[in-house]
């Protein structure tokens, strides 16, 4: 197969944050990653997408080059991935693209924040003169659809996640979130995707207890908060507001007995429960304390399925407009090539980024 643009990376949609922390951007390669891909990969070009969520490496390559890329970012995360890897390739790459500038592959639908990081991953690729023309045509376009879908359409805003929804139902139990202290027994990606929305609306602190204590300190460290060994975690029920249980127990790691404990010793401060774990991970009897209110997934699924379902035509508005942007992207693209004299030089692609 020939060269084509080509998207090859993990999210928060497929892999787990201990597995996303393996790619993640380090410290030392600031203002240089794209290079140090480059090299490692065996790559002629390379623009990087490395966000909290998702760590992306777009090229242009064929067959032989996708093998390598895939190869050097197994060997970068130094354990096997396999499907947890999505390649997009050509016209798919480019809809991928579209689709991450519009908010539609995020933790919450049509947030803007990602935006700004695509401009930044587009940025550092000009500076370090590693894209090509390919890449300056898709994420230049990628940036203006990004904008053009959150203002022609209603994606923004609502409920889209869990996460959001947990946040819903914090603010009907407080009157303000805001100085409120976060306890998470467990440290996956649900829980992960729980807090980080949950911290959005200004909790106060956030304490991760967890029995592998590396796992725990890795989202502690992200979140801003607080890594504890798990039964340090419990001794936090008497301060917490809110509790996002997320742990493989296969048996309650928060029994009836000793969330009533806890809520005699709170002097009648309400305490917050989702338990978001599969099975659950809190005794359903425990909701019978005082102050004590606990939702599972069910709960904070129809929630969201309520507000997905009256913003159905919205996204549904959205998918379509990326659909059609970047068939016709694409077609333009794979156009005759004009001649030389008049193609855009590689520093007027890097400023038409910076005022993207």
């Known amino acids: 197969m020939a060269a084509e643009l080509t998207?090859?990376?993990l999210s928060h949609l497929t892999a787990p944050v201990e597995v996303r922390e393996c790619l993640a951007k380090r410290p030392e390669e600031a203002g240089r990653l794209n290079s140090v891909l480059k090299e490692d990969?065996?790559?002629?070009?390379?623009?990087?997408?490395?966000?909290?969520?998702?760590?992306?490496?777009?090229?242009?390559?064929?067959?032989?080059?996708?093998?390598?890329?895939?190869?050097?970012l197994t060997a970068r995360a130094g354990r096997e991935l396999g499907d947890l890897l999505y390649v997009h390739r050509g016209p798919e790459a480019v809809r991928h693209l579209f689709r991450v500038t519009s908010g539609l592959d995020s933790w919450i639908v049509g947030e803007c924040e990602i935006l700004a990081q695509v401009k930044t991953a587009y940025s550092d690729a000009c500076a370090e003169r590693t894209a090509v023309r390919a890449q300056h045509l898709a994420f230049q376009r990628a940036l203006y659809i990004g904008k053009k879908v959150r203002s022609e359409t209603r994606i923004v805003g609502g409920i889209a996640s869990i996460g959001g929804a947990a946040a819903v139902l914090a603010r009907r139990i407080f009157s303000d979130i805001a100085e409120k202290k976060v306890l998470v027994f467990?440290?996956?990606?649900?829980?992960?995707?729980?807090?980080?929305?949950?911290?959005?609306?200004?909790?106060?602190?956030?304490?991760?207890?967890?029995?592998?204590?590396?796992?725990?300190?890795?989202?502690?460290k992200d979140l801003h908060g607080e890594a504890l060994p798990l039964e340090e975690g419990f001794a936090k029920l008497d301060d917490a507001d809110i509790v996002v249980v997320s742990t493989?127990?296969?048996?309650?790691?928060?029994?009836?007995?000793?969330?009533?404990?806890?809520?005699?010793?709170?002097?009648?401060?309400?305490?917050?429960?989702?338990?978001?774990?599969?099975?659950?991970?809190?005794?359903?009897a425990a909701a019978d304390a005082p102050g004590v209110y606990l939702y599972d997934l069910d709960d904070l699924r129809r929630i969201m399925s309520e507000s997905l379902a009256k913003r159905k035509q919205d996204c549904e508005q959205a998918e379509a407009l990326v659909v059609a942007e970047a068939s016709e992207f694409w077609t333009t693209l794979n156009a005759p090539p004009r001649p030389a004299s008049e193609r855009p030089r590689t520093r007027d692609l890097a400023r038409a980024a910076a005022a993207a």
């Open 7 to 9: 998207v090859v990376g």
């Open 186 to 220: 467990g440290a996956g990606t649900m829980a992960e995707s729980t807090v980080r929305h949950l911290c959005t609306k200004g909790v106060s602190g956030v304490w991760v207890a967890n029995r592998s204590l590396d796992k725990a300190q890795a989202l502690a």
């Open 248 to 284: 493989g127990a296969k048996d309650f790691l928060l029994d009836a007995a000793r969330l009533r404990d806890a809520a005699a010793r709170r002097g009648g401060r309400p305490l917050f429960l989702i338990d978001i774990a599969l099975p659950r991970n809190v005794d359903p």
């Open 41 to 72: 990969c065996g790559l002629a070009d390379c623009v990087s997408v490395a966000t909290c969520s998702r760590f992306e490496v777009y090229s242009v390559v064929d067959e032989e080059g996708l093998a390598r890329l895939k190869a050097g």
